[in-house]
């Protein structure tokens, strides 16, 4: 977008719009679900040498893109991308609009007798919490048969599905596991965005640590860099609710969320130290904190043990 290190991301000019290009077919069910492959850094023509893949990407709608092509160039279901956009349908975007693309994605399932929340959460290796959320469901209510339930982060393969650990509710507090990302250590690079914030959650999820304050407080921006994502909306995002991206010329992103509101906008310039955005408690959320994720680097918060307030960044 507005720096070298993260380029505005554009249409193949390919006569072909979807060229193989070696990573292989798509997975596609009768439940319309997609396994992802994880979203490239670049156009189609990129996506077999990306090595970034843990990155956040941001795509402009050209002339003649069809939602399709657009998630079969990201590799992630069409599902993932109406989700992340707040749009109504698959044709709910024009051109010049920008798309976010999250290097997640999911599927929809239609109720059947004996369906539960549990057991769509271990058929699909998802979180029966978060369907739950995504959906406005009753964690004790019965599903409806007939209807169309969206699983977030929901996985389908031709092969029986590996058990994950899945999320643990702790004293009110959601503990995830460790779902990938990180990257090499840049020593004095990265500041605490929040000085003195309570440690109350050790790595997790895309390379994210947990900093618990009081709603309100300041966040601020953990390295010079550009703001490609502000999104203060309160929308799904993968959980995020309210939250920016700021993209580093060392190459990675980080990315700050669960604001009650931001503080910047897409395509500003930010300093170390600036305020991006305040605490808040939007997106998946169980009290006010930052989810303080690194992509493409080690999180320089990694080592800050939990329960601590003195946490230094690496």
């Known amino acids: 977008m507005p720096s070298s290190a993260t380029p505005l991301l554009a249409a193949a000019t390919n006569i072909d719009p979807n060229p193989n290009k070696g990573i292989g077919d798509t997975l596609t069910t009768s439940d319309n679900a997609v396994l992802a492959h994880t979203g490239p850094a670049g156009t189609i023509a990129d996506v077999a040498s990306s090595t970034q893949s843990d990155h956040i990407s941001i795509y402009v709608v050209r002339r003649g893109d069809t939602l399709s092509e657009i998630a079969d160039m990201f590799g ?19 051109v010049g609009d920008t798309l976010i693309i999250l290097p997640v994605s999911g599927t929809e399932h239609t109720v059947v007798k004996g369906d539960t929340l549990k057991s769509l959460a271990k058929r699909y290796n998802a979180d029966a919490g978060e369907i739950a959320q995504f959906n406005g469901l009753d964690t004790a209510g019965a599903l409806a048969v007939g209807t169309s339930i969206i699983i977030p982060g929901g996985e389908v393969t031709p092969k029986a599905p590996v058990s994950k650990p899945s999320s643990k509710k702790r004293s009110g507090k959601i503990y995830e ?88 906008s897409s395509g500003q310039s930010v300093s170390s130290g600036d305020v991006i955005g305040y605490v808040g408690s939007t997106g998946l959320s169980t009290g006010a904190h930052l989810h303080f994720e690194v992509r493409g680097a080690a999180n320089p918060l990694r080592a800050c043990v939990v329960g601590s307030t003195n946490c230094t960044a690496q």
Request: glycine share 14%; charged share 10%.
């Open 177 to 264: 596991p460790y779902l990938g990302g990180g990257g090499a250590s840049f020593p004095g690079y990265y500041v605490d965005p929040i000085p003195g914030a309570l440690v109350t959650q050790g790595t997790h999820g895309w390379n994210a640590v947990d900093l618990a304050a009081p709603r309100g407080t300041p966040i601020h921006a953990a390295a010079d860099g550009v703001v490609i994502i502000s999104r203060g909306t309160g929308a799904w995002d993968g959980g995020y609710g309210n939250y920016v991206v700021i993209t580093h010329d060392n190459g990675s992103q980080t990315l700050y969320s669960h604001m009650t509101r931001t503080a910047v």
């Open 76 to 94: 992630v279901s069409a599902n993932t991308i109406i989700w992340a956009n707040n749009m109504s349908s698959a044709k709910d975007f024009h």
